[in-house]
């Protein structure tokens, strides 16, 4: 029963280099999202998908870029890491019906750019 | 577009006192309410929600809420708090039109402190 897993936990960087978040999650939930959480503004969402090849920007979306090719896997590419995205990002998913209104979260990725 | 305030950032308890976190929300249409609760260095888990029906919804660890429409508020409530309560509580909302499929708009948590 593994559930939603991101990796890697903790990920130290450096300006300008890319960097892919994993995301993977064993429910076939339909919808996937990822927030990232900084002091001060709470959890914002950053891109979500309601299916495999359907993705959509949320709040914060500018300097990252998402794919799902698989139902199970979201992953987030910072394609060019600046300090402001310093932060730790959640994934989650939600299932269908009723079930898409309750999301489930990741543990996290602690991301530093330095 | 909607939006979440939870008023106060941190607020300090006494284990075994009573404990309101507040929140009100902002939307022009209907929404979903949600509590989430992280532990240090965990992702959120959830700790109830409103859907629809009863305006008074009980969660998981002895908490519950009360959604009041016309405040626009969705206080959480604990008659009694413990030492393992200590964390951070987010109130959150989602979109009725878009079934929740379209991600939650998050507070920006209140830090819960159980003093001995």
């Known amino acids: 029963d593994a559930g939603i897993t991101q990796s890697p936990r903790y990920k130290i960087t450096e300006t300008g280099r890319q960097v892919t978040l994993m995301c993977h999650q064993t429910w076939s939930h339909s919808y996937m999202f990822w927030y990232r959480q900084d002091l001060g503004h709470g959890l914002r969402l950053i891109y979500y998908?309601?299916?495999?090849?359907?993705?959509d920007k949320g709040e914060v979306p500018d300097g990252y870029v998402v794919s799902r090719s698989k139902t199970e896997n979201f992953p987030l590419t910072l394609e060019s890491a600046t300090r402001s995205q310093t932060s730790v990002y959640f994934c989650a998913s939600s299932g269908t019906g009723d079930a898409k209104n309750i999301q489930y979260f990741g543990a996290g990725t602690r991301l530093s750019v330095l | 577009a909607q939006s979440v305030t939870q008023l106060d950032s941190q607020v300090p308890v006494f284990e075994e006192a009573p404990v309101e976190l507040r929140c009100n929300y902002s939307s022009s249409v209907s929404v979903y309410l949600f509590w989430y609760v992280q532990y240090p260095n965990q992702g959120l888990q959830l700790l109830l929600k409103?859907?629809?029906?009863?305006?008074l919804v009980k969660g998981i660890n002895g908490f519950e809420a009360e959604f009041n429409k016309s405040q626009t508020s969705f206080h959480l409530r604990k008659p009694s708090v413990h030492i393992s309560d200590t964390a951070e509580y987010f109130c959150?909302?989602?979109?009725?039109?878009?079934?929740?499929?379209?991600?939650?708009?998050f507070g920006k948590g209140t830090h819960l402190i159980i003093q001995p």
């Open positions: 998908s309601a299916a495999a090849d359907i993705t």
């Open positions: 409103y859907l629809s029906g009863s305006t």
């Open positions: 959150a909302v989602s979109e009725r039109s878009g079934g929740g499929a379209d991600g939650l708009t």
